[in-house]
């Protein structure tokens, strides 16, 4: 499981994503939301919210990793590995092949430490139940 975020990490953390601050984002139609709530400058998981049993069900996966821009001049890649390790290792029935895609989002709005320690940190999984083929006549 280790290799598989490790390949995942070296991936997406050359695509991370500078933003101002986070606005989460509302389930819609088919797709659902897990929020995984980190504290700054953790990988521990404080709270969880959404349908974790879908997962188990799940087709495509895309997680956003949330940070915050404190300290501006460090990268916080082996922060967000172990975030991600503390996921996989939760739920490690989901395979690298779900995973389309993890964007990494820098919040710029927390380049101050009291800024920064008030933003969401963690992590929010995106995905649609897999869907069945059609049973052959």
């Known amino acids: 499981m280790l290799i598989i975020c490790a390949s995942l990490i070296s991936f997406a ?10 606005l989460m984002p509302v389930e819609k139609d088919a797709e659902k939301i897990v929020v995984i709530n980190m504290p700054f400058g953790k990988p521990d998981i404080t709270s969880i919210s959404g349908d974790t049993a879908g997962l188990r069900n799940a087709g495509d996966i895309t997680i956003d990793l949330v940070y915050t821009d404190y300290p501006p001049s460090l990268t916080l890649e082996e922060l967000n590995q172990k975030r991600l390790n503390a996921f996989f290792n939760l739920f490690s029935f989901i395979k690298k092949k779900q995973i389309q895609k993890i964007s990494y989002l820098r919040q710029l709005d927390g380049s101050i430490k009291d800024n920064a320690t008030n933003m969401f940190h963690g992590l929010v999984i995106k995905y649609r139940p897999k869907q069945n083929k059609p049973k052959k006549p």
């Open 13 to 22: 953390q050359k695509s991370s994503l500078k933003i101002p601050s986070y």
